[in-house]
Nanobody, 127 residues
Framework: QVRLVESGGGLVQAGDSLRLSCAAS????????MAWFRQAPGKEREIVAA????????YYADSVKGRFAISRDNAKNTVYLQMNSLEPEDTAVYYC????????????????????WGQGTQVTVSS
């Protein structure tokens, strides 16, 4: 059974940093594309960043480019999201997602391309 567990969220002030972690179990982690999404109240769930199965490729939403960094440690079955220079607009529930549909698949930008999800972790940035 595939399980994704996020941690690291919290309440911070604008300009602060946070690092989110997502521990995966029940799948050969190194074979699958992973992503972080977020959903703010009243808004659609949107992709924030994604990393290819090998870690050699990545994607960032324009709103976080230069501030966030996604990485993965395949030995620890964990994907990270380092978030710097946080802004109030980054306030949302952050979800870890795995594209379990196919091994070594290219990065997908739609939430429909991911079929395994964590429970989410709240990030709140105060101004």
């Amino acid at each position: 059974q595939v399980r994704l567990v996020e941690s690291g969220g919290g309440l911070v002030q604008a300009g602060d940093s946070l690092r989110l972690s997502c521990a995966a179990s029940g799948l050969p982690f190194s074979e699958y594309t992973m992503a972080w999404f977020r959903q703010a109240p009243g808004k659609e769930r949107e992709i924030v960043a994604a990393t290819s199965w090998s870690g050699g490729g990545s994607y960032y939403a324009d709103s976080v480019k230069g501030r966030f960094a996604i990485s993965r440690d395949n030995a620890k079955n964990t994907v990270y999201l380092q978030m710097n220079s946080l802004e109030p607009e980054d306030t949302a529930v952050y979800y870890c997602a795995a594209d379990f549909t196919r091994r070594r698949s290219p990065i997908k930008l739609s939430r429909l391309g991911y079929d395994r999800w964590g429970q989410g972790t709240q990030v709140t940035v105060s101004s």
